[in-house]
């Protein structure tokens, strides 16, 4: 991380300029309609500090702003659906949704998804982080970005392993925990059942990796696969855990090409605990 004291003041881009600069870098061409736009706040403020996070909770942004970031870069919705629809909230007067969007107003946050284009990359951001994060690299299929050939491990082994280098606290996990796997499909966020099952069903895979599904669809479908003995299991690391390595890639490719105004990763904190 550069100190701040590295960058001057007075030529601070706007959060408008930045983004251009991210379209001009991603390397793939912008596609209309996209998740990929302006939130909340004015894109043409000047920039003070980038903090790009999984997901922007309300306690990502009371952190960003307390470290003086005013341009928040977040992966899923501030809002609470897929397009952040707040009609819906507003004429409700929803109590959760006005807090938050006070909050952005009072400090003069602008938040900017980045959430289509980071993983229409080739290769996928989020996939690339995730991969750097376990360090399976030399695991990937050459042909199947989402399929890893692991050493022979226990169900029970390969759950550990992923929660110890994810940080997860409520890691869930169907099937046998004595089961050998070696054979992994791998589905980051919430791609839906078709996804899920389409990479589960792949040549090989013996347990599908996931951030998050509808319980009464994958997870039934995997749990019905383990008991006919045509997969050995499903693991369930959580949407933010899933994907989180995955932002954190960003900074390090934002910082390639932003050098006037620190970016900063502000991780998102896992949202469950469980009882001992
Ligand atoms: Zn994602």
Redesign the pocket.
């Known amino acids: 991380m550069v100190p701040l004291t590295a960058f001057s003041q007075g030529t601070r881009p706007t959060a408008a300029q930045i983004v251009e600069r991210i379209k001009a870098n991603v390397g793939v061409p912008w596609h209309e309609p996209t998740v990929d736009v302006f939130k909340a706040g004015d894109p043409d403020a000047a920039v003070t500090g980038i903090a790009v996070t999984m997901m922007a909770t309300l306690d990502v942004l009371q952190r960003a702003a307390a470290r003086g970031d005013n341009f928040i870069i977040t992966?899923?919705p501030v809002f609470y659906s897929h397009l952040d629809s707040t009609g819906r909230l507003e004429s409700l007067r929803d109590p959760v949704f006005l807090a938050k969007a006070e909050f952005i107003r009072e400090h003069h946050l602008v938040v900017w998804r980045f959430?289509d284009h980071w993983?229409a990359r080739r290769p996928d951001g989020?996939r690339t982080g995730m991969v750097r994060a376990l360090g399976w690299e030399k695991f990937q299929d050459t042909e199947d970005g989402n399929v890893f050939h692991i050493p022979s491990t226990t169900l029970k082994g390969l759950a550990g392993d992923l929660k110890k280098l994810l940080d997860i606290r409520a890691l869930r996990v169907v099937g046998d925990p004595d089961a050998i796997v070696s054979t992994v499909g791998v589905s980051?966020?919430f791609p839906g059942f078709e996804v899920n099952r389409d990479i589960f069903q792949r040549r090989g895979v013996e347990v599908l990796v996931i951030g998050e599904a509808h319980e009464w669809e994958t997870v039934e479908y995997a749990a019905d696969a383990v008991t006919e003995g045509n997969r050995r299991g499903l693991i369930i690391l959580g949407h933010i855990p899933s994907?989180q390595s995955?932002m954190k890639e960003c900074v390090r490719w934002l910082e390639t090409f932003v050098k006037d105004v620190p970016v900063e990763f502000v991780p998102a904190r896992e949202p469950f605990w469980i009882p001992e």
Do not use: A, L, T
């Open positions: 992966h899923e959430h993983h989020i980051e966020g994907e995955g």
